[in-house]
């Protein structure tokens, strides 16, 4: 059995945590503003539930979901997270986590910066190119002819068959793009970031549709970047 922490506990928290949950494994919910202000989340879990702070979060975890706004990476505790498998579901939004030139031009990306932070950890990019409700909906079992795939990015292969074996788990297939530095090709802006699981991409709230790895494998490889 898997326990996963959580290092925020908003949209894509919650809902892997739900996931996580109904396959039967134990989540430790954390966030800034204290265990106790989690406590309706944790009362609908149920009791492979509970809160904590982030530093009893990232130790209590196999795996550990790192779910906040970029801005806010460096409070990460990287103490409490040497020698864990990381996912890191942060993307970088300007007009709300402020400029950074070397991801404005190019020459990292936020999950690096985040490694860079987390030096004692194995860090791999998930989650981060899918509508929380698209998430939730689409979770599938092994085998599925409707199940979607997410993609996943990093540098250590043993961390990121734990992490496929994660995802299996909460009900998704992997696409593997590579070490950490491909995960910018699902980005914001990219054409693989989040609109391929929309039914209609002008309202991602009007529904989800399956994405298998071929189709994410092929909106990956359109990615462009200026370096």
Do not use: C
């Amino acid at each position: 059995m898997t326990t996963w922490g959580f290092i925020g506990s908003g949209h894509i928290g919650s809902t892997v945590a739900r996931l996580a949950v109904s396959a039967g494994h134990d989540v430790v919910l954390s966030n800034s503003r204290g265990p106790e202000t989690l406590a309706d989340l944790v009362a609908e879990l149920g009791d492979l539930a509970r809160a904590a702070s982030p530093e009893e979060a990232a130790a209590a975890g196999d795996v550990v979901v790192v779910t906040i706004p970029l801005k806010a990476y460096r409070d990460v505790p990287a103490d409490a997270l040497a020698g864990k498998v990381v996912i890191d579901t942060m993307n970088y939004y300007p007009e709300r986590d402020g400029q950074v030139a070397a991801l404005d031009n190019g020459s990292t990306t936020s999950s690096e910066l985040l490694a860079e932070h987390l030096p004692q950890s194995r860090v791999v990019k998930g989650f981060n190119n899918i509508f929380f409700q698209h998430l939730r909906g689409l979770a599938r079992p092994s085998g599925a002819d409707d199940r979607s795939t997410l993609a996943i990015a990093g540098d250590d292969a043993e961390a990121k068959d734990t992490v496929r074996r994660a995802l299996d788990a909460i009900g998704y297939d992997t696409l593997d793009l590579g070490p950490l530095a491909e995960g910018w090709r699902t980005q914001p802006g990219q054409p693989a970031y989040g609109t391929e699981y929309a039914l209609d991409p002008s309202d991602w709230a009007a529904g989800a549709k399956p994405v298998t790895s071929d189709e994410l494998a092929g909106l990956a490889a359109r990615a462009t970047r200026e370096v």
